[in-house]
């Protein structure tokens, strides 16, 4: 069974930090690209982050650039999200995709593989 498995959610103040975890099963995991997206309530998909299965590449939204960093163990069949100096701004659910190409984590595009989220509340 294909499945991607999130967890590290929670509440943090302004100005903190979480890490979330993607555990992965059923796929050939180094041959996919994992990121994270995220929702508020009322608003659009936007994708977050992503790190490429072909050469670990790495990519983030501007509005995380400097404050998250992804990363991706092979060996274990997971990818960590750090986020660092949360904002309000940050609080969605957040959710693990995988895909052969980032840009169908990060844009609108259409997933087959994405986890049940975990919801990251920052308070101000």
């Known amino acids: 069974e294909v499945q991607l498995v999130e967890s590290g959610g929670g509440l943090v103040q302004a100005g903190g930090s979480l890490r979330l975890s993607c555990a992965a099963s059923?796929?050939?995991?180094?041959?996919?690209?994992i990121g994270w997206f995220r929702q508020a309530p009322g608003k659009e998909r936007e994708g977050v982050s992503c790190i490429s299965g072909s050469d670990g590449s790495t990519f983030y939204a501007d509005s995380v650039k400097g404050r998250f960093t992804i990363s991706r163990d092979n060996a274990k069949n997971t990818v960590y999200l750090q986020m660092n100096s949360l904002k309000p701004e940050d609080t969605a659910v957040y959710y693990c995709a995988a895909d052969p190409l980032c840009v169908a984590v990060l844009s609108d595009w259409y997933l087959e593989i994405w986890g049940q989220g975990t919801l990251v509340t920052v308070s101000s």
């Open positions: 059923g796929f050939t995991f180094d041959e996919y690209s």
